[in-house]
């Protein structure tokens, strides 16, 4: 749901209106004199005039402000929300290329560098963002908890569930895992083509178009455990209980992470370039939704439109509902112009009068898309 604010510098009850050199002020309230011809004496024609001028000013007003307020509605960086986030790495990966994210994982992540959730990856609502990250646990899959797996332990493949989840949030999303891990057309970064001495083969399953990946050659790593010697081996192998804590975080570029941390993340640079792909879905569904509509003002398709107002008089006299929103009609005529939508769509709700100054009417609009 899209929350929209428009102050109108005026009520339906004052509304100045410039002709020639005079100012003059205009009630469109139906049962004002102004609406039922007696503009203080005024001819028919003149009336006339003055009231389709000041219905004009309000149309053109309340289209200019919720175009200005749509325009600010769409955040400028996408949000991307990351389930089963870890330490982050796959977070400062999408933050280099330009998301703003969030993270949620069900142990406590100290370390995380950005906005974080301890909850629940399968309940937590994924309503509010522009694509989903997900890292669900990799122990049934793995090399590493084999030994685990033949001892009897049982770990559960989240895969199925979580992808049931993104799909039907309709929002682009990607899925990683381990070798082994059963993902659909997934595809597979390793250190060696962003320069990183590092292995870690991970998979990707995307929602989106990725371009097909050529893997360069790539020198043996340090096994397990070993201490990392350069003048050995090429590429670092930071996998459970590995020595070597401070080169693991330069071979990675995860400077904030522990030991254990840094056993179970995805290198930065493995994201930012999947992220880069990910950001243009994103912009280019963006951009489609803005350029849609009959305006071009960004047509959002809504299930329906709520609208409310608060509109402030100068005097105490007691005000009429019906007859405000009937005075306010070629507002809604400016706000559904600039939303591209027809104004059958809309729902009136609480129409709210306060003594004040300056008169203005302050009008909400909940979009349901």
């Not at 139906?30 to 000041?54: E, H, K, Q």
């Not at 669900?136 to 033949?150: E, F, G, L, Y």
């Amino acid at each position: 749901m899209t929350t929209l604010t428009v102050t109108l510098p005026f009520s339906p009850y004052r509304i100045q209106v410039a002709l020639g050199r005079r100012t003059y002020t205009v009630n469109l309230s139906p049962n004002s004199p102004d609406m039922r011809g007696g503009y203080f004496g005024c001819s028919p024609r003149f009336r006339a005039i003055l009231v389709s001028r000041a219905k004009q000013e309000m149309r053109d007003t309340a289209y200019a402000l919720t175009k200005d307020a749509l325009s600010r509605s769409v955040p400028k960086e996408p949000k991307l929300l990351d389930l089963y986030c870890g330490a982050g790495g796959a977070a400062m990966g999408y933050h280099r290329a330009g998301f703003e994210v969030v993270g949620v994982d069900i142990k406590p992540q100290p370390h995380y560098p950005f906005e974080f959730h301890q909850a629940d990856a399968m309940t937590y609502p994924l309503d509010g963002f522009d694509a989903i990250h997900a890292s669900p646990p990799c122990q049934h899959a793995t090399k590493a908890a084999q030994q685990w797996r033949k001892a009897g332990r049982e770990y559960p493949n989240l895969i199925p569930a979580t992808r049931v989840r993104l799909s039907a949030v309709g929002k682009p999303y990607v899925i990683e895992n381990v070798r082994g891990a059963v993902l659909v057309n997934p595809i597979m970064l390793n250190g060696a083509m962003f320069g990183l001495r590092v292995k870690r083969d991970r998979f990707f399953e995307c929602s989106f178009p990725m371009p097909f990946l050529l893997l360069p050659s790539q020198t043996s790593p340090t096994r397990m455990g070993r201490p990392f010697d350069a003048r050995r081996f090429g590429t670092f192998w930071p996998v459970g209980h590995f020595s070597g804590v401070p080169e693991a975080r330069k071979a990675m570029e995860c400077e904030w992470m522990n030991q254990a941390e840094l056993a179970q993340a995805i290198p930065p640079a493995y994201m930012e370039f999947i992220g880069g792909h990910l950001m243009q879905e994103v912009l280019g569904r963006r951009d489609a939704l803005m350029a849609s509509g009959p305006t071009g003002a960004g047509k959002m398709a809504p299930l329906g439109i709520r609208l409310s107002c608060t509109i402030t008089c100068r005097t105490k006299a007691r005000k009429d509902r019906d007859g405000a929103l009937a005075g306010l009609k070629a507002a809604w005529d400016g706000i559904a112009q600039a939303l591209g939508v027809d104004d059958s769509l809309f729902e009136f709700g609480d129409v709210m009068f306060e003594k004040g100054e300056p008169e203005q009417t302050r009008i909400s609009a909940e979009v349901k898309e």
